[in-house]
Each structure stands twice: as structure tokens, then as C-alpha cells.
């Protein structure tokens, strides 16, 4: 991939929590919440990070925002070293990428209105005059699927639908070219979900947006991404179009992630078998393949190599030493 084609570039990132125990809060350890990952995001695709809970995808995706510092690594947005940043550059640089928290909730200040949550980035980014502010917050609302009435609502005054729409227009308010979308739609009700997806989809069309769509929920990803990176334990295990993660999954963990995903027919059943046992701790990983203590097909290599991510063919990454071309 061309550098002048990837909106967002994450080399080697790093995210280490520290342990501490005792009554001196010594730290004992670290817990490796995100360790050592590259990718890269096309401008306007949308990029899935999917896995179980504690893989480390919601970490990457504040650390890509530096929302959280990162241990090390390096992460480059539209050419932009964004760790070399210094607070006043960074905040001009946050009007160009946004995030959309998982509940909707919680993420909104109940003793704000409507309008005022919208209208603060305008005025934190002087984004529009003092005249001009009205109109600009209703256009957002409209943009999303709200009118005008909304304005002077308050949050508990909305269903979780319209609250994650709320998120939407706030986050859309500084006109960001990046947004990642953190489980957007995973504590919202089934019937709403679908609106919400097919909102962020066609917001993306009007609007050129790129998305680092951040998951568990397979069957979403397979609707709306373009490129996925499957995590595990902190780890990208398996990167690969949205065509060859559904088509021709290589790692056993991505096999087991599609296998759990439900049927509507209840004749039919997916390849693949279920992921035995719970994920292990980061705070100490297994040696080798940290997915060798849950994976059928395991071998004595896997507990003594770490399989690196390697090329299959055509883009293809996967990280098992038994994964065949």
C-alpha cells in the first residue's frame, strides 16, 4: 500500500498497563493490552478490529486518537506524526479525527442539552459563528435522522437509537475526516441496530468518511468493513480483506470466531469448531503462540516460536506457523 493512499499509519504499537501489588503499590508486572501491531487504514474505508473481550481493540483505538499514551510505537495520520504532537497541535489535529463511544449513555452529559452538546465542539473549534450556530447544530441533526424539536431535549429524554445518533452528529459537528467507532452498536436494541449501521454507511458515502470500526460482533463487520484485523490477547492474528476473512479465514482462532456466528436456518451449521476454555491473562501470555493454549490443531512449535505475521499471497496476513497459501 502507497503511503499517500493510507490516511492512518500504526507501526509497532505498544500499550503496557502496570501491575502494581503490596501495601508500597510496587509494580510485580504488566499487562500487555496492546503489543506490537502494524496496520494501515485506506482513506475512506472502513477498517474492522475484531475479537473477543480484552483483545486489545478499544485500547488500539484510543491510542490511535491519543486519547491514552502508548508505550511505544509509532502512528502517522495523513503523514502526520501524531505522538510528536504537542498539546495545541494536537487539539487542531482532533478536529480531524473523532470517535463514537459504545453507549451512547453514558458518553453524553445528562445536564447538557441537545443543542449544547452538538453546539460545544463548534465553539471549542470556533467552527462557526455565534449566529451562524443554530442553523449549523439542526443541519447535524437532520444529517442524522433528528430535527430541530430535539434541541432542548436532554439525554434521559431519548431511546438508545437516538442517543447513539446524538454521538454521531456531536462527533460529525468538526467535520473529521477519521472516526473510529468504538462497539457502536453492540448495547443498542436488535430493531435499532440495523438504522444506526445503515446510518454510519451512508454518512460515509456522503461524506467521504474512513471508519477503524472497532467489534465483536461478526455479522456487522461483515455488512459495513472493507479491510478486518483479527486481535487476540493483543496481538493481530489474521489482516485481510473483508472477502478473504469471510471466504477463506487461515487462523484457527478467526475459523472459530465465524463458526460461533448464528444461522438463521437451524439445518445449517458453520465449519469450524468452538474455542475451548477462556482467553489466558495478559498480564502473562503463553510462550510462542498466545493462541496455542485454545487451538485444535496446536504442535511443540507453537509453544516455542511466536509465528509472525506473515504474507500468505495477495495481502493475506496470518500469524500461524500451519497456515498454508
Not at 11 to 35: H, N, Q, T, W
Not at 177 to 187: G, Y
Not at 292 to 319: F, N, Q, V, Y
Amino acid at each position: 500500500m502507497e503511503k499517500d493512499k493510507s490516511i492512518l499509519i500504526v507501526e509497532g504499537l505498544k500499550k503496557y498497563f502496570p501491575v502494581r501489588k503490596g501495601v508500597f503499590s510496587r509494580i510485580s508486572g504488566y499487562l500487555r493490552a496492546v503489543d506490537g501491531i502494524d496496520f494501515r487504514i485506506e482513506r475512506g474505508e472502513t477498517f474492522a478490529l475484531v475479537g473477543e473481550s480484552g483483545s486489545g481493540k478499544t485500547t488500539t483505538g484510543r491510542l490511535v486518537l491519543r486519547l491514552m499514551e502508548p508505550s511505544e510505537g509509532k502512528i502517522f495520520f495523513d503523514g502526520i506524526d501524531v505522538l510528536a504532537l504537542n498539546q495545541r497541535e494536537l487539539r487542531r489535529l482532533r478536529k480531524r479525527m473523532q470517535i463514537i463511544f459504545q453507549d451512547p449513555y453514558s458518553s453524553l452529559n445528562p445536564r447538557m442539552s441537545v443543542g449544547s452538546t452538538i453546539g460545544e465542539p463548534l465553539v471549542i473549534h470556533k467552527l462557526a459563528a455565534k449566529h451562524e450556530r443554530h442553523d449549523r447544530i439542526v443541519q447535524l441533526l437532520e444529517m442524522v435522522g433528528l430535527d430541530a424539536g430535539c434541541l432542548n431535549k436532554y439525554p434521559h429524554e431519548f431511546s438508545g437509537g437516538q442517543r447513539q445518533r446524538i454521538g454521531i452528529a456531536r462527533a460529525l459537528a468538526v467535520e473529521p475526516e477519521l472516526i473510529v467507532a468504538d462497539e457502536p452498536v453492540s448495547s443498542l436494541d436488535v430493531s435499532v441496530q440495523a438504522q444506526v449501521v445503515n446510518l454510519l454507511m451512508d454518512l460515509q458515502e456522503r461524506l467521504g468518511l474512513t471508519y477503524l470500526l472497532i467489534a465483536h460482533d461478526l455479522r456487522l463487520v461483515e455488512k459495513i468493513s472493507d479491510t478486518v484485523a483479527v486481535m487476540y490477547l493483543g496481538k493481530i492474528m489474521e489482516y485481510a480483506s473483508k472477502e478473504k476473512i469471510y471466504s477463506t479465514p487461515k487462523h484457527p482462532y478467526t475459523i472459530a470466531l465465524l463458526a460461533a456466528v448464528p444461522i438463521p436456518d437451524p439445518e445449517l451449521r458453520r465449519a469450524g469448531g468452538i474455542i475451548e476454555g477462556d482467553a489466558p491473562t495478559p498480564i502473562d501470555p503463553p510462550s510462542g503462540c498466545r493462541f496455542r493454549t485454545r487451538c485444535p490443531i496446536a504442535i511443540a512449535l507453537c509453544e516455542e516460536k511466536e509465528p509472525p505475521l506473515r504474507d500468505l499471497g495477495d495481502g493475506h496476513l496470518c500469524a500461524c506457523h500451519l497456515a498454508q497459501k
